[in-house]
């Protein structure tokens, strides 16, 4: 008879037995814990039709194993049934397919500890009382128990090979309720160490950027420190050597009037957009306010080096500086630059550090700035409104002077005059130039109120103003005034001609400073200037040859050099098709250079002496 025909009713009346009992675990019966072991220290022993015993030796931590294998014991010897993975020494080893116990657990079957399936003959099933097994083993089981004595092998519950229920599932794996908690404990624990580490990110990136403001004032202020202590040595002896300079330059110039010198371009260099310049000697660098192409462009400072190739580095300005009007390379070789802005800010530029390490607010729009000559921690700067205002170096929170002009017409240029020995001592002397003409303003004595020149007066419009400190010559250009139908003189810039952009008959007037507030005109020319624009002009001082005044030609578009105090011209020099927008010369170079600014182009002269 096949051992798993079962008589009906014998069935039927061991599963009403069964299901009329209520389960009641005995001490010591053995049960699968979570993880599927079995966990009570008994042995459960079945003895088969062929006399065979089926073993399974259990503790309280799961099946006991030996040498890594379940035991069957036949005939009192003990053979293998199944391989499995155990635990030496309390150390975790893999079975015969490379898994570890912990991998194993809820995947195996407690009777062969072997891994159950999801289909076969060794697919997994559960009996009434919810302990899992392969279909084959508990087969075996019920086969070996008879029909009569058949218990769940680890609970003892009574059950029949027909209250088996095949599982359909991939695999089953026993939760343990307590490490779910742990888990969710964890997981909560990490979010809240998350967030705390987000906070502190945020802490950090405001400390590093709390660190580089830091940085930077002290970077900034050690560059103040090391220019007012290299201010502090040199002004002592730079006032006295300036005028003995000034006298001895003179008596050469006297001695020497028979000689000549001629200027021969160099080099010609490419600059998109600039619009004015000055030289840092020391630096052997050209520094250019430039507008960058497109629209609404930028406004940068260039730095250019003469020194081939010429290297270009480019220092955007803050915003709200707006475009650069005037720009000044300190003459106290401490390589600063003052720059004058529509943006109503008056800037202070370390050519160094390429960082703007001062800035004052103006009231209105800056047109012009200067150095002082006899105290170079002095600034100027000239207003939209005709408003002079006076800066120190050394206090930045406010300016030292405002002073209203004597017109409300922008002031286009500054120039600080050498200290003259017919003013008190203490008095620093300012030249300025307006649509109205030239004017002085004194600074630190009882006298301050500022007073046009008269030798000015009735020439026209005043457009531009060269001054050479060491020998007070000053040559300033006019333009026509332009008569209303009223025929009511106005002293401001001509309006739009007809047609915009062509030169008009205009004049160069030389004036020589004499004593403290006088001035006598010497001289004046005729000239081709400039009928929207205010261009720019210099003088040139050779040292051992008469001075220079240099100035644009607008009908011809040539660089006029013109013997002082004669107003002779010397020589032409060629220039771009372009109206002259700027010029400068350094005689601190070697050789000496003379840099013309004309639209996008600069040219380089150099000097010949004969």
């Given at each position: 008879m096949?051992?798993f025909t079962?008589?009906?009713e014998?069935?039927d009346?061991?599963?009403t ?8 675990p005995?001490?010591g019966?053995t049960r699968v814990?979570?993880?599927?072991a079995v966990?009570?220290d008994q042995?459960?022993?079945v003895?088969?039709?062929s ?8 503790s ?6 030996g040498?890594?294998?379940m035991r069957?014991?036949e005939?009192?010897e003990i053979s ?7 635990s ?11 898994w ?5 657990d809820g995947l195996c079957c407690?009777?062969c500890?072997?891994a159950w399936?999801?289909?076969g003959?060794h697919q997994v099933?559960?009996?009434p009382?919810?302990h899992?097994?392969?279909?084959s083993?508990?087969k075996?089981?019920?086969?070996q128990c008879?029909?009569?004595s058949g218990?769940?092998?680890q609970c003892k519950?009574?059950?029949?090979l027909r209250?088996?229920?095949t599982l359909?599932?991939?695999r089953v794996v026993a939760?343990?309720?307590d490490l779910?908690?742990?888990i969710r404990?964890?997981?909560a624990k990490?979010?809240?160490l998350?967030k705390?580490?987000a ?6 990136s405001?400390w ?5 403001d ?5 970077q ?5 420190t090391?220019y007012?202590?290299r201010?502090?040595s040199e002004?002592h002896g730079r ?11 003179f008596?050469?110039?006297?001695g020497?009037?028979?000689s ?9 260099l490419?600059?998109d957009g600039?619009r004015?310049?000055d ?6 660098i050209?520094v250019?306010?430039?507008?960058l192409?497109g629209?609404g462009?930028t ?6 080096s003469?020194?081939?190739?010429h ?7 803050p915003?709200?500086?707006k475009?650069?009007k005037?720009?000044?390379v300190s ?5 600063l630059a ?6 109503k800010?008056l ?5 160094e550090?390429n960082?703007v390490?001062l800035?004052?607010?103006?009231p209105m729009?800056?047109w012009?700035c200067?150095?002082d000559?006899?105290s170079?921690h ?10 002079l ?5 050394r206090q930045t929170a406010?300016?030292?002077a405002e ?6 017409n922008?002031?286009h240029?500054?120039?600080s ?6 003013l008190p001592?203490?008095v620093?002397?300012l ?5 109205v003409?030239?004017c ?9 109120r500022?007073?046009?020149?008269p030798?000015?007066k009735n020439?026209?419009v005043c457009?531009?103003l060269?001054?050479c ?6 040559v ?8 209303m ?17 062509q030169?008009m008959?205009g ?6 400073r004499?004593?403290?507030n006088?001035?006598q005109?010497l ?5 081709n200037?400039?009928?929207v624009?205010l261009?720019?002009?210099?003088i040139?001082d ?6 220079l005044?240099?100035s644009g030609d ?7 050099l013109?013997?002082?105090p004669s ?10 098709k372009?109206?002259l927008r700027?010029?400068?010369?350094s005689h601190?170079?070697s050789?000496?250079l003379l840099?013309?600014l004309?639209?996008?182009?600069l040219?380089?002269?150099?000097a010949k002496f004969s």
């Amino acid at each position: 008879m096949d051992p798993f025909t079962v008589d009906e009713e014998t069935e039927d009346d061991e599963e009403t037995e069964g299901e009329a009992e209520d389960y009641i675990p005995l001490e010591g019966s053995t049960r699968v814990s979570q993880n599927g072991a079995v966990t009570s220290d008994q042995a459960i022993s079945v003895n088969g039709g062929s006399g065979e015993v089926l073993a399974l030796r259990v503790s309280d931590e799961g099946f006991q194993e030996g040498g890594g294998e379940m035991r069957r014991v036949e005939g009192g010897e003990i053979s293998a049934m199944g391989s499995s993975s155990s635990s030496n020494g309390g150390e975790t080893q893999e079975g015969s397919d490379g898994w570890v116990q912990d991998q194993i657990d809820g995947l195996c079957c407690p009777i062969c500890m072997e891994a159950w399936t999801s289909g076969g003959e060794h697919q997994v099933c559960c009996l009434p009382c919810g302990h899992i097994y392969g279909i084959s083993c508990i087969k075996k089981w019920f086969q070996q128990c008879g029909r009569s004595s058949g218990k769940c092998p680890q609970c003892k519950r009574k059950c029949t090979l027909r209250n088996v229920r095949t599982l359909y599932a991939s695999r089953v794996v026993a939760v343990d309720e307590d490490l779910r908690k742990k888990i969710r404990s964890l997981e909560a624990k990490c979010a809240s160490l998350e967030k705390k580490n987000a906070d502190w990110c945020m802490k950090e990136s405001d400390w590093h950027k709390r660190e580089a403001d830091l940085h930077l004032q002290v970077q900034q202020l050690i560059e103040r420190t090391t220019y007012l202590e290299r201010l502090s040595s040199e002004m002592h002896g730079r006032g006295s050597g300036l005028v003995a300079a000034r006298g001895h330059n003179f008596a050469e110039n006297f001695g020497r009037q028979g000689s000549s010198c001629n200027f021969v371009l160099q080099k010609e260099l490419q600059v998109d957009g600039a619009r004015y310049f000055d030289i840092d000697a020391s630096g052997e660098i050209l520094v250019i306010a430039r507008r960058l192409s497109g629209t609404g462009g930028t406004h940068v400072l260039t730095k250019m080096s003469l020194i081939a190739p010429h290297e270009i580095e480019d220092i955007l300005l803050p915003s709200g500086t707006k475009a650069v009007k005037d720009l000044r390379v300190s003459p106290a070789k401490c390589r600063l630059a003052l720059l004058a802005s529509l943006g109503k800010k008056l800037s202070v530029l370390s050519m160094e550090s390429n960082n703007v390490i001062l800035t004052y607010d103006l009231p209105m729009a800056a047109w012009s700035c200067s150095w002082d000559l006899n105290s170079s921690h002095y600034m100027y700067a000239g207003l939209q409104n005709g408003m002079l205002m006076v800066f120190d170096m050394r206090q930045t929170a406010r300016p030292m002077a405002e002073i209203s002009g004597p017109t409300s017409n922008p002031i286009h240029t500054i120039h600080s005059v050498l200290h003259n020995s017919t003013l008190p001592s203490g008095v620093s002397t300012l030249l300025s130039a307006s649509s109205v003409g030239l004017c002085q303003w004194n600074f630190g004595g009882s006298e301050e109120r500022p007073f046009l020149v008269p030798e000015t007066k009735n020439h026209g419009v005043c457009i531009s103003l060269a001054h050479c400190p060491s020998s007070d010559d000053i040559v300033s250009t006019f333009r026509p005034k332009v008569e209303m139908s009223n025929e009511i003189a106005v002293s401001q810039y001509s309006p739009t001609p007809s047609v915009m952009g062509q030169g008009m008959q205009g004049s160069h007037v030389l004036l020589k400073r004499v004593g403290g507030n006088c001035y006598q005109k010497l001289g004046s020319s005729c000239a081709n200037v400039n009928d929207v624009r205010l261009p720019r002009s210099a003088i040139i001082d050779l040292q051992s040859h008469h001075p220079l005044f240099v100035s644009g030609d607008e009908i011809t578009h040539e660089l006029v050099l013109q013997e002082l105090p004669s107003l002779r011209v010397s020589q032409r020099l060629k220039s771009q098709k372009h109206p002259l927008r700027d010029v400068k010369y350094s005689h601190d170079l070697s050789p000496s250079l003379l840099c013309c600014l004309s639209e996008d182009t600069l040219q380089f002269f150099s000097a010949k002496f004969s």
